[in-house]
Each structure stands twice: as C-alpha cells, then as structure tokens.
C-alpha cells in the first residue's frame, strides 16, 4: 500500500467490509479523545493536517467520487465535531460521534452543497461542513445545559 493510499484510508480503517465511514469515525473518535486526554492542542492541530493530507492523498489516488474506503475526511470531520467538547467525556464524545454521523449520512443543506465541489475538495469539504454543524450544535448543547456533556 502506498502513502496517499494508506493516508486516504485512514491507515487502513476504511478498508473494512462493512461501514468503512463509521469505522474511519470510530477509530477517529479513539485517537481524537486520547490527543484530548494527553495534550488538547492537538486536536486542532490534527484536525487541519487531516484536511491538508487528505487533499493530497484523495488527489493521489485519484479519487474523484469518494469511494467507500477513503476515510480521512471522516477522521478530519470528527476531530473537528470534537473541538466543542470541553473534554473526552462519554456523553460528549458519543454526541460528537451521533451528529457528525447523522449529518455525513444524511447531508442535508450545505454539506450537500460541499459535497457537489467535487474532486478533492468535495470529497474532503462535506465531511468538514458536517464536522462544523456537529460542533456549532454541541456547542448550543454545552452552554445551554452547562454540564450535560462534561
């Protein structure tokens, strides 16, 4: 397996027969709450490399409709689902991972919208858009409930 591959499919998470976003998600969710936990600057910092590496790895693997087994947008929109947990609680990183999925599945609005950019940046942007949705409603959630997801 060669670099770009193995970036896209996120280290060989989305390789899986069945589910490979959710899986990619899942493992991205693991690896996000350990970076919270450990040091949570890293968080945003991963968040943005898996952005800019997974431009590079989908342009590389020539990748133009998204197939099933690239996952590095999920593991970018993730982590940035998780940017409005104030830490890697249960509650908080299961709501992080419930909306992130709903609206990657669903792509209602402008997730769909970024999706139609196509190539590279439709692949990457809708998982982005869907990440700032989870955020933008977690964040509502936090501090009208402070507490809830802490």
């Known amino acids: 397996m060669n670099l770009p591959r193995l970036i896209a499919s996120g280290f060989g998470s989305g390789l899986v027969k069945f589910a490979p976003g959710t899986a990619g998600s899942a493992v991205a969710l693991v690896l ?6 450990l040091f949570p600057p890293a968080l945003p910092l991963a968040a943005a490399g898996a952005y800019l590496a ?19 947008d999920e593991f970018c929109g993730q982590w940035i689902a998780m940017l409005a947990l104030a830490t890697p609680s249960p509650a ?16 209602p609005g402008p997730i769909r919208t970024a ?11 809708d998982d982005v858009v869907a990440g700032g949705i989870a955020a933008l409603l977690i964040w509502m959630v936090r501090t009208g409930w402070p507490g809830l997801l802490d």
């Open 32 to 37: 996000g709450a350990a970076m919270m936990h």
């Open 54 to 72: 997974g431009l590079w790895a989908v342009r590389e693997c020539a990748a133009e409709d998204d197939p099933g087994w690239v996952v590095i």
């Open 92 to 107: 908080g990183l299961l709501a992080a991972f419930a909306l992130f999925r709903a609206f990657d599945i669903v792509k």
């Open 115 to 125: 999706e139609r950019l196509g190539g590279a940046q439709g692949v990457m942007a």
